[in-house]
């Protein structure tokens, strides 16, 4: 069989540091030239592609999915099938989905499950992290296999969901110190569990039903706690960590306090985060439960403080927390605002959102951009170079885009497996035209080009070896 050869002409190729317009020569999977007017003559390759007028974008990655997630007495709507082609419709090529421990069971069950649910079924690349909610002797021993020989070195830990997912300071003490001697490391969904937990007692049993009461029940100050407890915890055994899904003003603080000592605080946001404030909860009767996921969301000044804690670089990375569930799902709790599945659908809007809110309207630059929906995770999580930029020996993951377009974003559009969208009539410019994975055509004019299955599992690198890997350089050839 003969390698397929394929070329990108006059793009401009954007990454975290720098853009130029040229040429891109794919080989195969990987890119194999850059440069200005490549001296490859388009009938000598099989597939040419005219990009003038577009960016050229590395592919997204969202470093936090939840596919068919078994959460609340249901499950995720988004299939690996249907998720991830969603993502590729949306500039996403790879993600990192949750594998989460059930209570009881080992860590290697938990990945061997999820491997099940996504091996021959999704359809973008994907890794994993490893939620561990039950760490005692017997999963401590599985850790450094799970990182040498598995290809996951990242773990998740809740600090929340007391009963279900819910690990304790000492839990995670000691899964730090594990993982950390083999270059693992560990990620927390920061809330304090048992605050959380007071208040929807006290607020049940005062009749109080409504959606609205989910935020109320879900402090600023509960995550703010919680974010500067796991960050002393980190500092205490000198480990790397990372703040899943942060939201709001005080927890970034305790960030920007754990810099004065000189402490790295690897920290990601989500879009819904940045665009998105809590006055949606006081939509008339049930519809605020689109948007109950935890933590929930918070006041115009905390959107402005993540913007500004992106420009500060506070936060590296923006994911979705893409935990879809339709309608009919969610009203399993109408009677009572604890019992809505939390989560929400995002993994298609994400990059045109980024895009749209925060280059088109001079907040972060492009490379910032670059930076926040794909190098940084990749680097952060050991997938860099291979994911994450536009170089030479890269997968050729790319995403074509038109900065001129302007959309819509709806229900009635959207590839997502869920009914309804969680920025209904939002405007947009700047659309996905076409996504590369791995040099092959994924999706064109919002046709998928292939299906299901052809995603690849990418195993990862242990944490600091990802971070020693050096930024390659784009130079004209
Ligand atoms: O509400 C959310 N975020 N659901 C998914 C599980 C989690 O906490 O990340
Ligand atoms: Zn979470
Ligand atoms: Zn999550």
Redesign the pocket.
Known sequence: MTTRTLLIQNGTVVTATEHMVADVYIVGETVQAIGRQLPIAPEQVDTVIDATGHYLFPGGIDA?T?MELPFMGTFASDTFETGTLAGLHGGTTTIVD?AIQRQGDSLNAALDDWHRKADGHAVCDYAFHLGVTDFNPNTRAEIKDIITRRGVSSFKTFMAYKGALMVDDRQMLSLMNEAGQFGGMVTA?CENGDMIDELVTQHRAAGHTAPRYHAICHPEIAETEATGRFIDLAWQGKHPCYV??LTCEGALNRVREATRRNQQVNVETCIQYLLLDDSLYDKPGFEGAKWVFSPPLRKPKDQEALWSGIQQGLIHHVAT?H?PFCMDQKRMGEADFSKIPN?APGIENRVELLYSEGVAKGRISLNTFVDLMSTRAAKIFGMFPKKGTIAVGSDADIVIFNPDVQHTLSVKTQHMNVDYNAYEGWPVQGKVRTVLLRGTVAIDQGEAKIGKGFGQYIARAPYQQALSNPLQVLTPA
Request: net charge negative; hydrophobic share 20%; charged share 10%.
């Open positions: 936090h939840h949750f969904h899943v899904h927390d935990c989560g």
